[in-house]
Each structure stands twice: as C-alpha cells, then as structure tokens.
C-alpha cells in the first residue's frame, strides 16, 4: 500500500490495526452499556469487523475485557518500596491510582453480579491467566509486610488489613457519592488519598505504640 493510501493528511494511519479497534471499541461500549449489555457481535461491528476476527485475536468475551483492564485502564502495579520518608507518598501514590483504577472498573464489571454464569466463566479465565481482584490486595500487603520486616512501620501492624482497608476506602469512592446532591465526593483524589494515608499511617507508625 502507497503512502499515499495509507496516511491521512495529518499523517497519522488512516485506520487503527484491527486489535487497537476492537480493544477502544470494547472499552467504550463496556463502559456505556457493562461487560454484560456489550455483546461481541456489538464490538465487532464498532471496531468495523467480525465476531470471527475478535474470537481469532481473543479468543473469548472474558480474555477481551482482561486485555481492556489491562490496556485501557489505569494500571495498578506493585507499589515499589522506598527508603524510611517514603512510605507516605508511595501510598497515597497507589491510593490516587486505585481510585481512579476502580472508578473506571466498576462501571463495566458491575453487571457481572447480575449473570452468575458470566461471572463464574469470568473467574475461571482470570485464575487461567493468573490475573484478578485480589492481585492489588496481595501486592499491596507485600510492600507493607516489607516495610513492617524493615522497621518503617509498627511491626505489630497487620499488613493484610491495612492493605483491605486501603484499597476498600478506594473502591468505595467508586460509588458511594452517585445519591448525593452533587453526584460527586467532596474532594479531590488528591485530598483523599492524603487524609486517607494520614489515617492510616496513623496506627501503622514505627512509633505509634510509644
């Protein structure tokens, strides 16, 4: 194919590879209608192919939503471990980016707890592709088990719980403001996730038992 046919006048492609399609086209319809409302045969026809193409590349509905989790959200790597003034900002960092990880999450899985069956499919390819929920919670007690075996916080702390607080404090953001007047938290990400950690770290210090 010339240049010619393959550019648009800005320069850019003039059609985003097949993948990169139906990976936008996924994102935005399980965003507007859930995993569940978001056919295949819907996707298919948004990112301008067949269900045949999208089964070719992803082999099910279940492996297309992991790759948009994986793809097209905010990311919710490990946090990474720091020296003794770290601690704080390495929290509310992940804290910042677990908001806004299940502020997008939730509005495309939320349907999966209306389809058992679904769900169940859902799991079973998560536990496949050694992916799923609990990652975050598993990564996040690691880094604060390391942090506790290094004396930067209260070796007494239960870096499980901690973690299950956190990243509940998070998740329930995603939702718990929709019946207010506003529709919307009282603060920003920012301020939450400070007054969040503060909270926290206030029962986790080295010296919290002085």
């Known amino acids: 194919m010339s240049e010619r046919q393959d550019r648009q006048p800005s320069g850019e492609p003039a059609t985003a590879p097949a993948r990169t399609r139906m990976l936008d086209a996924a994102f935005r319809l399980m965003r507007e209608a859930g995993l569940v409302g978001a056919t295949t045969k819907e996707i298919a026809r948004a990112a301008r192919c067949s ?16 790759e948009v989790l994986r793809t097209r959200l905010p990311r919710l790597d490990p946090p990474a471990a720091g020296g003794p003034e770290a601690v704080r900002a390495v929290l509310a960092a992940y804290c910042r980016r677990a908001v806004a990880f299940y502020a997008e999450t939730f509005p495309i899985a939320g349907s999966l707890y209306a389809e058992p069956a679904l769900r169940a499919r859902h799991f079973e390819v998560l536990r496949e592709l050694g992916a799923g929920p609990h990652l975050p919670l598993r990564h996040l007690e690691e880094y604060l088990r390391a942090e506790r075996d290094a004396g930067r916080i209260d070796a007494a702390a239960d870096p499980r719980a901690a973690a299950a607080l956190l990243l509940g404090a998070c998740a329930q953001r995603a939702f718990a403001h929709e ?3 506003t529709g919307r938290p009282p603060e920003s990400d920012e301020e939450f996730a400070e007054a969040i950690v503060a909270t926290l770290l206030g029962g986790l210090a080295a010296d919290a038992r002085g």
Not at 54 to 65: A, I, M, Q
């Open 179 to 181: 019946a207010t007047e």
């Open 51 to 66: 269900e045949a193409v999208l089964y070719k590349y992803f082999g099910s509905k279940e492996n297309l939503f992991v």
